[in-house]
């Protein structure tokens, strides 16, 4: 009785092959997004030295004591206003500008109130909110979705007294669009590449059905006729076998052909002479 037929490794070599090909088809997407990492680090930490430049410079226009006049009143001086903050912060090519206290309670900005908006040490870490009160700049990027800006470098500049003390801390917004468009490309990039792996994933495993269909086809048929087609060198020796015998049944074929021949010869020889007989 024939054995039913083992099929299934051929296809199974080729979807592993496949397979490989979609694991460094993988990897590399991988790197890509690693790439895409660093190349948005780098950028961000340009975007923030440039933000704290332009903060330095927006001080030194202005000057420190219309800001330390502004939180402490009795210090002389004019304070800052609303309206003078807005001024120097579009000259800047800044989207806002807030003075703060040393507690972080809004007292000056070029928007629209001093208390709208986001917390403005909400999102300090308490080791960056001590290089505040230490005099030392803090800076950060805020994201878009966060932001009725968009993506911006935030700088928070400290403001000491005479004792040293911290006085006041000026926040400044920088646009960042760069880091906005570099972030919606990644995300775009991103997503084909994860539809990409998916749709070549669909295509490597019908491709692997396609090719490997003739061989199951053959193996069935090897399989029917009592052979043994379990792998593809099983397949190939079933089918020289299978040459083998034609050839032999092909001699055996053409002996009784000759021998037929000769027999034939004898039986019209036989008939001519009996039909010649009178009796």
Same mark, same amino acid.
């Given at each position: 009785?024939?054995?039913?037929?083992?099929? %299934?490794?051929?296809?199974?070599?080729?979807?592993?092959?496949?397979?490989?090909?979609?694991?460094?088809?993988?990897?590399?997407?991988?790197?890509?997004?690693?790439?895409?990492?660093?190349?948005?680090?780098?950028?961000?930490?340009?975007?923030?030295?440039?933000?704290?430049?332009?903060?330095?410079?927006?001080?030194?226009?202005?000057?420190?004591?219309?800001?330390?006049?502004?939180?402490?009143?009795?210090?002389?001086?004019?304070?800052?206003?609303?309206?003078?903050?807005?001024?120097?912060?579009?000259?800047?090519?800044?989207?806002?500008?807030?003075?703060?206290?040393?507690?972080?309670?809004?007292?000056?900005?070029?928007?629209?109130?001093?208390?709208?908006?986001?917390?403005?040490?909400?999102?300090?870490?308490?080791?960056?909110?001590?290089?505040?009160?230490?005099?030392?700049?803090?800076?950060?990027?805020?994201?878009?979705?966060?932001?009725?800006?968009?993506?911006?470098?935030?700088?928070?500049?400290?403001?000491?007294?005479?004792? %040293?003390?911290?006085?006041?801390?000026?926040?400044?917004?920088?646009?960042?669009?760069?880091?906005?468009?570099?972030?919606?490309?990644?995300?775009?990039?991103?997503?084909?590449?994860?539809?990409?792996?998916?749709?070549?994933?669909?295509?490597?495993?019908?491709?692997?059905?396609?090719?490997?269909?003739?061989?199951?086809?053959?193996?069935?048929?090897?399989?029917?006729?009592?052979?043994?087609?379990?792998?593809?060198?099983?397949?190939?020796?079933?089918?020289?076998?299978?040459?083998?015998?034609?050839?032999?049944?092909?001699?055996?074929?053409?002996?009784?052909?000759?021998?037929?021949?000769?027999?034939?010869?004898?039986?019209?020889?036989?008939?001519?002479?009996?039909?010649?007989?009178?009796?």
């Amino acid at each position: 009785m024939a054995g039913k037929p083992r099929f %299934g490794r051929f296809g199974f070599q080729v979807r592993l092959v496949l397979i490989l090909l979609l694991v460094l088809l993988g990897i590399l997407n991988l790197l890509n997004s690693f790439l895409v990492a660093r190349a948005r680090d780098a950028l961000e930490r340009s975007e923030l030295a440039r933000a704290e430049s332009i903060t330095r410079e927006y001080l030194q226009r202005i000057g420190r004591p219309p800001f330390l006049a502004a939180v402490r009143p009795g210090a002389g001086g004019s304070p800052v206003t609303a309206s003078s903050l807005r001024i120097a912060a579009q000259r800047s090519g800044l989207s806002r500008v807030r003075l703060l206290d040393d507690t972080g309670r809004p007292v000056a900005s070029s928007g629209p109130g001093t208390g709208s908006g986001y917390d403005p040490y909400a999102g300090l870490t308490p080791g960056q909110t001590d290089e505040l009160y230490n005099g030392k700049s803090v800076s950060r990027i805020l994201d878009g979705s966060d932001m009725p800006e968009g993506t911006v470098a935030a700088v928070h500049y400290p403001l000491l007294d005479h004792n %040293g003390r911290l006085a006041a801390v000026v926040e400044t917004l920088v646009p960042a669009p760069s880091l906005a468009d570099l972030g919606d490309r990644s995300g775009n990039i991103l997503g084909v590449q994860i539809l990409g792996v998916l749709l070549i994933a669909v295509v490597a495993f019908l491709f692997a059905d396609w090719v490997s269909r003739p061989y199951r086809k053959i193996a069935a048929v090897a399989g029917e006729a009592g052979l043994d087609p379990g792998e593809p060198d099983h397949l190939v020796s079933a089918f020289r076998t299978v040459v083998q015998r034609l050839q032999e049944q092909e001699e055996t074929i053409s002996t009784l052909q000759r021998e037929g021949a000769g027999l034939g010869d004898l039986v019209r020889f036989a008939s001519r002479s009996a039909d010649g007989m009178s009796t």
